[in-house]
């Protein structure tokens, strides 16, 4: 059968051709996408008298037609029909007859790839804010239960000062929520309309792109049709917000698979989020915080490929641009399958306090309020620090800790020391003494916890808002 472009040509393509250059194995996930723009191309033809009322009436029932085959997997694809926009227009002629083949008029399946992956990044970003939201709300709901679990603040990995749990957590809410910041800014790039930019210079018809727009949901408009046609900005866009998503959760990954360690001990993961040894049956391996660290990697690697793929293209089209799609595919995907698993994850997640608290009172952690404690009876902090470095050096040489330490071993390194330094060295004490904006005493976590519930409940307004337009 020749192809529906096939006038000016007087051989059949290679068979080889065809295979290499077919994108219909993996753009047929736009069916929906291609089948509602192809709705509002349409329905503005016959309302701007382009085509016969009557046509576009009988069009758009094909085109129904067409998508419940799709939906009940009845359709066939054919690689010879290259894409889903010709597989589904060629389906759409064999339903109605050769009417379906005035559906294409005004339009080029350049700026009609463009809409259809539009509409399918505006779906995915809202679906992926929702998730983000999900997976804060699992994470205050730990903080939560731990506003009063302290537990080892570390800095290059090596203890630092005692901060609540709580904090800790909220740190990565903080994260999400500027990712769900960065998704929902993306969206009014995403959220612009190409279609109606013709090959790459408009179309002769009399079309009426606000009408389009206003059909399929779209707040703005291309101003160029050049740039309509070439722009894959915003999937470059989405893909780097799902990279930084993907980084944060590799961060978090990481530490789960550090707390849950017989080393550290810290946290037990659900055994419905781990896996066992095929050898060793004593086992318990963190595999879907691995896994997800892991896949990091595959997210950047789209993200840096579709760079590599746009970086010198001319004005407006080329068939390079076929390659802006799987690696949009995939990384919907992966970051969307990680989310989903990370929210349950974390809900049941196992806080073992007692080895926090443990681990908070074998260190040296509270060596920071010792200066600061010598600063307020006057101490030059420089001097202090030094003070404080000699003690701990001491009790490291005679296997002690600070709190082991008489106040007269104390008085040998300073007379300022008195009998409240005991006080001062309590982890609730350390904690709490750190009562600014944003630190990790009680008051402010609890307040942060407050501030970040707010937050959560704007991200839902702004998802049930814009899930409108995924309908």
Same mark, same amino acid.
């Given at each position: 059968?020749?192809?529906?472009?096939?006038?000016?040509?007087?051989?059949?393509?290679?068979?080889?051709?065809?295979? #290499?250059?077919?994108?219909?194995?993996?753009?047929?996930?736009?069916?929906?996408?291609?089948?509602? /723009?192809?709705?509002?191309?349409?329905?503005?033809? /016959?309302?701007?008298?382009?085509?016969?009322?009557?046509?576009?009436?009988?069009? @758009?029932?094909?085109?129904?037609?067409?998508? +419940?085959?799709?939906?009940?997997?009845?359709?066939? #694809?054919?690689?010879?029909?290259?894409?889903?926009?010709?597989?589904?227009?060629?389906?759409?002629?064999?339903?109605?007859?050769?009417?379906?083949?005035?559906?294409?008029?005004?339009?080029?399946?350049?700026?009609?790839? $463009?809409?259809?992956?539009?509409?399918?990044?505006?779906?995915?970003?809202?679906?992926?804010?929702?998730?983000?939201?999900?997976?804060?709300?699992?994470?205050?709901?730990?903080?939560?239960?731990?506003?009063?679990?302290?537990?080892?603040?570390?800095?290059?990995?090596? @203890?630092?000062?005692?901060?609540?749990?709580? =904090?800790?957590?909220? $740190?990565?809410?903080?994260?999400?929520?500027?990712?769900?910041?960065?998704?929902?800014?993306?969206? *009014?790039?995403?959220?612009?309309? &190409?279609?109606?930019?013709?090959?790459?210079? /408009?179309?002769?018809? &009399?079309?009426?792109?606000?009408?389009?727009?206003?059909?399929?949901?779209?707040?703005?408009? #291309?101003?160029?049709?050049?740039?309509?046609?070439?722009?894959? +900005?915003?999937?470059?866009?989405?893909?780097?917000?799902?990279?930084? !998503?993907?980084? =944060?959760?590799?961060?978090?990954?990481?530490?789960?698979?550090?707390?849950?360690?017989?080393?550290?001990?810290?946290?037990?993961? +659900?055994?419905?989020?781990?896996?066992?040894?095929?050898?060793?049956?004593?086992?318990?391996? &963190?595999?879907?915080?691995?896994?997800?660290?892991? *896949?990091?990697?595959?997210?950047?690697?789209?993200?840096?490929?579709?760079?590599?793929?746009?970086?010198?293209?001319?004005?407006?089209?080329?068939?390079?641009?076929?390659?802006?799609?799987?690696?949009?595919?995939?990384?919907?995907?992966?970051?969307?399958?990680?989310?989903?698993?990370?929210?349950?994850?974390? $809900?049941?997640?196992?806080?073992?306090?007692?080895?926090?608290?443990?681990?908070?009172?074998?260190?040296?952690?509270?060596?920071?309020?010792?200066?600061?404690?010598?600063?307020?009876?006057?101490?030059?902090?420089?001097?202090?620090?030094?003070?404080?470095? *000699?003690?701990?050096? #001491?009790? !490291?040489?005679?296997?002690?800790?600070?709190?082991?330490?008489?106040?007269?071993?104390?008085?040998?390194?300073?007379?300022?020391?008195?009998?409240? !330094?005991?006080?001062?060295?309590?982890?609730?004490?350390?904690?709490?003494?750190?009562?600014?904006?944003?630190?990790?005493?009680?008051?402010?976590?609890?307040? $942060?916890?407050? @501030?970040?519930?707010?937050?959560?409940?704007?991200?839902? +307004?702004?998802?049930?808002?814009?899930?409108?337009?995924? *309908?």
């Amino acid at each position: 059968m020749s192809k529906l472009w096939g006038g000016r040509f007087t051989k059949q393509t290679d068979q080889l051709v065809e295979e #290499y250059t077919a994108s219909i194995t993996f753009d047929k996930e736009l069916a929906e996408e291609d089948i509602e /723009g192809s709705l509002a191309h349409v329905t503005m033809l /016959g309302k701007c008298g382009i085509i016969p009322a009557e046509d576009a009436a009988k069009i @758009r029932e094909g085109l129904k037609k067409v998508r +419940d085959k799709i939906r009940r997997g009845e359709m066939e #694809y054919s690689v010879g029909d290259e894409d889903i926009h010709m597989n589904i227009e060629k389906a759409l002629i064999a339903e109605i007859g050769p009417v379906g083949g005035k559906l294409h008029t005004g339009r080029s399946r350049n700026d009609q790839v $463009a809409t259809d992956m539009h509409l399918y990044l505006r779906k995915r970003v809202v679906e992926t804010a929702d998730l983000l939201r999900k997976l804060q709300e699992a994470l205050i709901g730990q903080a939560k239960n731990n506003l009063d679990t302290i537990f080892p603040g570390y800095t290059h990995l090596q @203890r630092a000062q005692p901060i609540l749990f709580a =904090h800790h957590l909220m $740190a990565y809410v903080a994260m999400f929520q500027r990712d769900i910041e960065r998704l929902t800014d993306s969206y *009014k790039r995403i959220n612009t309309l &190409p279609l109606g930019a013709g090959a790459l210079a /408009g179309t002769t018809f &009399p079309i009426d792109r606000h009408f389009v727009a206003e059909q399929l949901g779209f707040e703005r408009i #291309y101003e160029n049709s050049l740039d309509a046609v070439s722009d894959r +900005d915003f999937i470059v866009e989405f893909l780097a917000n799902a990279s930084l !998503i993907m980084m =944060h959760l590799s961060r978090l990954c990481e530490e789960l698979v550090l707390w849950s360690s017989t080393e550290f001990a810290f946290i037990e993961l +659900d055994d419905a989020f781990c896996t066992g040894s095929s050898i060793m049956p004593q086992k318990k391996n &963190p595999d879907v915080a691995e896994l997800v660290r892991g *896949k990091t990697g595959r997210v950047y690697g789209h993200l840096v490929g579709l760079l590599t793929v746009l970086k010198a293209l001319p004005l407006a089209y080329n068939k390079d641009m076929q390659e802006d799609k799987e690696g949009m595919f995939d990384t919907v995907k992966t970051l969307q399958g990680a989310l989903q698993l990370f929210a349950p994850m974390i $809900a049941t997640m196992k806080v073992n306090t007692g080895r926090m608290r443990q681990a908070v009172s074998q260190d040296f952690s509270n060596a920071t309020d010792i200066a600061d404690y010598l600063v307020h009876k006057g101490m030059p902090f420089r001097q202090a620090h030094e003070v404080i470095g *000699k003690i701990v050096l #001491y009790c !490291i040489r005679n296997d002690k800790f600070l709190l082991d330490l008489k106040l007269e071993q104390f008085k040998s390194f300073s007379d300022l020391f008195e009998a409240d !330094i005991y006080d001062v060295l309590q982890p609730e004490r350390v904690v709490g003494a750190r009562d600014v904006y944003g630190g990790t005493a009680k008051r402010q976590v609890a307040d $942060a916890i407050e @501030r970040a519930e707010r937050d959560l409940r704007r991200t839902a +307004d702004w998802v049930e808002k814009h899930a409108e337009n995924g *309908k």
